[in-house]
């Protein structure tokens, strides 16, 4: 069974910085793409980050520059740097990764349980 646990989240004021992580676990045979997700009360959930593992990245044009998403292989682990935050990227912040079992022929998306990150004075 593959489980994503992510730790990172909390309050900080605007402008300010938090760093979130995730971290895969199971019996995983390969991590395709991983990325990071968010969603505000009463909104849509939306892609804020995703690294294949290459080392390819993309953001869309609301985080861009301020975001830095990064990964590190050995240990099914992705990173979500945020900086210069704003009121409006408070959400619920949620991991996903593309996942191959060892036991399985194909790929299936996991998802984390989720961490809050509030930007408030």
């Known amino acids: 069974q593959v489980q994503l646990v992510e730790s990172g989240g909390g309050l900080v004021q605007p402008g300010g910085s938090l760093r979130l992580s995730c971290a895969a676990s199971?019996?995983?045979?390969?991590?395709?793409?991983m990325g990071w997700y968010r969603q505000a009360p009463g909104k849509q959930r939306d892609l804020v980050a995703t690294i294949i593992s290459s080392g390819i990245t993309y953001y869309p044009e609301s985080v861009k520059d301020r975001f830095t998403i990064s990964r590190d292989n050995a240990k099914n682990t992705v990173y979500l740097q945020m900086n210069s935050l704003k009121p409006e990227d408070t959400a619920v912040y949620y991991c996903?990764?593309?996942?191959?079992?060892?036991?399985?022929?194909?790929?299936?998306?996991?998802w984390g349980q989720g961490t809050q990150v509030t930007v408030s004075s």
């Open positions: 199971g019996n995983i045979a390969s991590v395709a793409i």
């Open positions: 996903n990764a593309r996942i191959r079992q060892v036991w399985e022929p194909v790929a299936s998306d996991y």
